[in-house]
């Protein structure tokens, strides 16, 4: 698991007093860097290999501006050119949000997927989600 | 079928040169307003009566700087007090994302959901997704 | 003067019920559109050769979720290699805010200043500031 | 001084390769937590009481994503209701940027500026800048 602690900032609040849901998308984003970081190792956008696919975010309690959070970053899935990340928002010791992306190995050269290569699978292993681990 | 049309910023590249992901959900939020006002007259934060439960966001191709783009709005299911928006990105006449948010209706007073009001359903259903309608 | 219109999302609200201030330069930017053009036509980031120096924002009033919004976009000052944009916010017929961004016009490759050419300047001159035009 | 470290994100890159430049004013409200405080001691909405007069921001060097950022924050200036936030971004042992933040103490109830208590003042005063104290 991979864990990123930051404080929500007042613009990140909406009308109606709390957190804004869209932030969440860009918090998990940046909360995989060291995801990315396995793929990518300087972060160079010209050494770049990952495109995403698809993400969801559930919404399951309201955040608030004033306190920190922490998102959680697992690796939920990994498959053969395609892998899925699984992150989770906490706040106050309540999981106020949690989604899946589902990033794709990819040459931009080449416009196509790559497989994943071993030695990064096995970097990724150690950060897989197991059920019931919190 | 709502339609919102606007141009992508330069701020909303990303270093790979194109659109930012980060920022689908942000504008197919922006592209809910009329949805908000069908439950929301006014839009006034003081009488809303909406909260977000869940969104996904799938894409299918990539986002440039320099053309506008629509984001097409439907609703996509009707239930008791929930139902779903379904919306897609295009640009260049190819649909560049497609996602879904499950909307709840709710009363922040009591902190409960609410059955949604037939006249709101009857305002809703010209709106609802037909495959292949484009 | 370029003028660009739109309406500001419930994203952009912040607790206190209004825009939240931080908007207004990522709008302003997005209002610069025509004058990027001016310098690259094709707004491709390979052709770039624009860079900014400085911004400034002033907050006359607030600004509302629920109706449309106008950034008025003129050219404040023609220097040698840099210049100004002056732009006003304007939303229900008041002035919510202004401000000024100092471009220079630069060569990436190079990593220096170039005088602005002065067909760029003639294409400039009509959208010059002139107090009270409004 | 009040010191804010964080990492840039992905999705704040532009097209250009660097950090864009609108990201700059978020960050620094953002770092103004510790002074709000001051005003507002538990960040609560309905006891808010600052508003925004003005920003500058000097945009000094390139900011990069895949290093730490500092925001260095501190009071550049304590008038009889307003007071100036002065701020810079360090990335690298680079000020990349920096900029002052006009804020007005200010009653949402009764529409008008109040004088920033002494206690408040007693409190700022450690926080002043004095120049080359880096």
Chains 1, 2, 3, 4 share one sequence.
């Not at 959070?69 to 899925?84: A, C, P």
Request: hydrophobic content about 40%; overall charge negative.
């Amino acid at each position: 698991m991979f864990s990123s602690i930051f404080s929500p900032r007042f613009s990140e609040t909406d009308a109606l007093g709390h957190i804004n849901n869209t932030n969440v998308p860009i918090w998990f984003e940046g909360a995989r860097d060291p995801i990315f970081k396995l793929f990518v190792e300087d972060l160079n956008s010209k050494n770049w290999n990952l495109i995403i696919a698809k993400i969801d975010v559930t919404f399951h309690a309201q955040m608030h501006y004033g306190s920190e959070m922490e998102v959680k970053t697992y690796i939920g899935r990994i498959g053969n050119s395609s892998f899925d990340v699984y992150q989770e928002l906490w706040q106050h010791n309540t999981k106020c949000a949690s989604g899946t992306a589902v990033q794709v190995h990819f040459c931009f050269e080449q416009q196509k997927t790559m497989k994943i290569p071993p030695n990064i699978i096995t970097a990724m292993q150690p950060h897989m989600f197991i059920e019931n681990n919190d």
